[in-house]
Every structure is written in C-alpha cells, then in structure tokens.
C-alpha cells in the first residue's frame, strides 16, 4: 500500500471513447504528477500539479486533460485518443513540489490503457 | 538533454550475489534518486542523494554519488529472488525528475 490509489488498474477504449482516469493520495501530500509509461522508453512527466495548480504540461496534446479538484485527487480525462496513446498511465505525489530539488515522489500501481 | 542512462541494460545474478547498477546524465544536479519498479507494479522510492554527498546507505542498499563524473551507483548486497524488478536513476529537470530506461535485475534462484 503506497498511500497512491489509481482507478481503474485497467482500461480498454476505442478511438472515439471518452473516459477518465482517477487518483488519489492518503499522504497529506501537496504535489501531485501524470506519468506515461511506454514499452522501451523512459517514464515521461505530463502533468505537475502543485497545491492544486498545474505547474506544467510538458507540451502533452490537447487530447489528455488534466484536472485537479483538489489537492488529495487527480483526474486524467481522456478523448479521441490514438493507439500509440496505449500504455500505462502513473499517477505520483510528493510532499511539495520544488522545481529543481526534487523530492521523493510515492506512486500508484497505474492504469494499464488500451486503445482499439 | 539530463535525462539519465542506467547501465547495464539488463542484469542476471545469482541469490546472494552483490549487484551493481550506474547511472550516468548530462548536466548539473542537485539530487539524484533511485527507484525500483516491480512488473505491473507503480515505481517505489529507494535512496534519495544530494549532490554534495558522495555514499548513502539503507539495509542492503549502497549509493554513490560522482559530480565529477555525473555518475551514481546502485549496489544490492546479498541478492533475494524478491529484489527482482527493474531500477531507475531519477535527476532534476527544471519541472520535475527525468527517469532513465531502467536496469532489469533478473536473480536466480
């Protein structure tokens, strides 16, 4: 148990599709992070979110977006998404967010996402 | 870019044995983390550095640091089959951390 609850563990989709992904901390927590995690490549930041405001997008396109109503909860909405958008989504948090000290980040288990 | 590069790519050991893994990047930091990831698991937190500190341990876990060679290394001590997962260095970005591709540590029973 990482005190990170990503729902659901998995998602299957078509192109046309409109879903979200869910994450939530139990770690009193006020930063909170959207990773892709693909076959062969390095985990890649999406969004930071940072009591509650988004710090960075990372030039992410237009069809994953993100929202954090507040600071225990991340969503991930997704639509018309691509095949190559299948992968598994991380949702993570640390204490604070930094910049450039960067802190330990407590990840979830993920969401493994299909898109047909 | 600073993202970093573990090596060697892949690694298989026997129970009990040590094993070593390095990261190298590019530019300037001021931490450097490890991270383990089990299959189909999130990534798990291991050892953060600063770097003005050259060696930090916990349990069997033994980290370097090398400013002037921009390297770290990961040492496991005496090997479990339960150590078997893939690791990643992580180091500051202007935003966040960027993780390298991993070590795949495979012990043998």
């Known amino acids: 148990e990482t005190g990170v609850t990503q729902t659901p563990r998995h998602l299957v989709m078509g192109m046309t599709n409109k879903k979200s992904l869910k994450c939530e901390q139990h770690?009193?927590?006020?930063?909170m992070y959207w990773y892709k995690q693909s076959a062969k490549k390095p985990l890649e930041l999406m969004f930071v979110y940072s009591l509650e405001e988004r710090v960075e997008n990372n030039s992410v396109p237009s069809r994953f977006s993100p929202e954090c109503p507040n600071s225990s909860h991340l969503f991930l909405h997704l639509h018309t998404l691509q095949p190559e958008d299948s992968a598994l989504y991380l949702c993570?948090?640390?204490?604070?967010?930094?910049?450039?000290?960067?802190?330990?980040?407590?990840f979830g288990d993920g969401t493994r996402l299909s898109i047909l | 870019s600073q993202q970093g590069e573990e090596d060697p790519q892949a690694l298989s050991i026997q129970e009990g044995e040590n094993a070593t893994m390095n990261c190298s990047y590019k530019t300037s930091i001021n931490n450097l983390q490890w991270y383990r990831q089990n299959s189909g698991r999130g990534l798990v937190h291991l050892i953060l550095?600063?770097?003005?500190?050259r060696e930090k341990h916990s349990g069997r876990l033994r980290v370097t640091l090398d400013t002037s060679k921009k390297s770290s290394s990961l040492l496991i001590t005496a090997s479990r089959a339960a150590d078997t997962a893939s690791y990643f260095c992580a180091t500051d970005d202007q935003v966040g951390v960027i993780f390298g591709k991993g070590t795949r540590l495979h012990i043998l029973p």
């Open positions: 550095i600063r770097s003005n500190e």
């Open positions: 770690l009193g927590h006020n930063a």
């Open positions: 993570a948090s640390s204490q604070v967010w930094t910049g450039d000290h960067n802190q330990p980040q407590h």
